[in-house]
């Protein structure tokens, strides 16, 4: 297992090209499952979740190859049963069960593992999909859905209580597009991601409208075609590296980002006292941290309020901002392992109901600390950027499973830090 050794106190600047979105590329690359021709997805990172994805659809029999980027799947044949092994590691793999049953009508798919951040239940895709007119059966840790007369359209409502459901509106959605008739999902989830995969739907010859506000519908077509995509920017990616410029960054440029994408981490970064200019046409973004950074109030919400998956990544800027932050996670109130790892170093943190309240300190030091979760672990390298000391980072596949080349990143931009064998 890899670890990252960063060297603290050396100023960021300079310029990197942010990576396609995981998010986007995961239930994308379970969409081409929905046709027997071609699909040439571009712009997918080479990070392990992606990875895992491709090894899934080749076990379900799909053709696939990928270079520098690109990924071209063919699932002329497919098999329903989703290898049990693979996608129990990730909770994402769950976003084949909506293709498969529509493709095969019938899909056998891993009940997916709990994870850090907290329960991760389903019930708002199976109400879905049941809705679709899936029969829903439980065996040896699998879910088994049959629709054995095909799916038909109805009007579903995805809301849970935390909220609408990202990949429950992505498998609904997917399932739809060869559903008979007209499928309303009502409290459907507006992320960017969700409108990538519904262009990427009608790219294939599917009919949705309404993706990106919380009212989808899909008309139901006999079959979709093979077609070419690329995916879009990673908004985490940008946020996180907007959060590093911030806390360590001299004039930091981001490259091949999107600014309709960035609004709510902007407005962020800007009410904590830095700066933040995109150029005219929105692609490109240059964060200077500000001289006067001052501590405030978070509440994440689904898109297009502020990000759960950017929660980590501020929570380690303000640690280190003058004054009293309180950040709120109502989406995974459980999601604040990285706290007790930042506290090692000396943060001033105090964790209570899905609540934390941050005072700043004038630094933090550098400590044997452990990633724990995706965005937890990019949270522990932003603070050791400007911690004193070296800090060591364990556990480095979970930071692997989601940034492309994170550490060859912050290296192009000056950061002292190297990936050493634990
Ligand atoms: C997606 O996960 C993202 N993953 C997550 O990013 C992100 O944190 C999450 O959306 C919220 O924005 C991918 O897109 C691959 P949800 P998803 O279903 O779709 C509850 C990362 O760091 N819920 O939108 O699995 C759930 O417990 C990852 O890249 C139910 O109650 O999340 C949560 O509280 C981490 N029942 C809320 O809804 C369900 O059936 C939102 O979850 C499904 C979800």
Redesign the pocket.
């Known amino acids: 297992m890899d670890k990252l050794l960063v060297h603290g106190g050396t100023p960021l600047q300079g310029a990197i090209n942010i990576s396609g979105s ?2 986007a590329s ?2 994308i690359l379970a969409a081409a499952i929905l046709t027997g021709e071609d699909c040439l997805i571009n712009r997918v990172p080479d990070v392990s ?1 992606t990875n895992y994805m491709v090894q899934i659809l080749s076990a379900l029999g799909a053709d696939v190859e990928r270079y520098s980027g690109t990924v071209r799947i063919s699932c002329a044949e497919i098999s329903e049963e989703a290898p049990y092994d693979l996608v129990r590691r990730m ?2 793999s ?1 976003c084949v069960m909506g293709p498969l049953l529509a493709r095969k009508r019938r899909a056998v798919v891993s009940l997916p593992g709990g994870c850090i ?11 879905g999909l049941e809705a679709l007119g899936a029969k829903v059966e439980f065996e040896g840790g699998n879910m088994i859905l049959t629709a054995p007369d095909g799916l038909r359209g109805a009007e579903i409502d995805l809301r ?9 509106t ?1 498998n609904v959605m997917m399932a739809a597009t060869l559903a008979d008739g007209l499928t309303v999902i009502e409290s459907a ?1 507006a ?1 960017p ?1 969700v409108i990538d995969l519904a262009n990427f739907l009608n790219a294939m010859g599917a009919k949705i409208t309404g993706a990106g506000t919380t009212r989808i519908e899909i008309e139901g077509v006999k079959e979709l075609h093979g077609v070419r995509h690329t995916v879009i920017p990673d908004r ?1 990616e940008a946020g996180t590296f907007m959060a590093a410029a911030a806390l360590a960054g001299e004039g930091v440029t981001l490259r091949r980002v999107c600014q309709e994408h960035l609004k709510a981490i902007t407005a962020a970064l800007v009410k904590a006292g830095h700066q933040v200019q995109f150029n005219p046409t929105g692609d490109t973004c240059t964060i200077h941290r500000g001289a006067d950074p001052k501590g405030c109030d978070l509440i994440t919400s ?2 297009p309020g502020y ?3 950017m929660q980590a990544q501020m929570t380690a800027l303000l640690a280190t901002t003058p004054g009293i932050s309180v950040i709120k996670d109502t ?2 109130p459980q999601r604040f392992m990285h706290c007790a790892e930042l506290k090692r170093m000396g943060a001033d943190i105090t964790v209570d109901n899905g609540t934390a309240v941050i005072r700043g300190v004038e630094k933090l030091s550098a400590a044997p600390v452990m990633a724990s ?3 937890a672990s990019a949270a522990l390298v932003l603070a050791a950027l400007t911690a004193k000391g070296t800090t060591a980072i364990n556990r480095l596949y979970h930071i692997d499973r ?1 940034y492309e080349h994170i550490d060859e990143k912050l290296l192009m931009l000056g950061a002292n830090l190297e990936r050493v064998k634990a």
């Open positions: 995981k998010n995961l239930p979740d909770r994402a769950i951040i907290g329960d991760r239940p389903v019930d708002l895709h199976l109400r849970g209580t935390h909220g609408p459901t990202v990949l429950g992505d989830a992320e991601e985490i689904p898109y990000p759960t998956d989406i995974f979760d995706l965005r989601g």
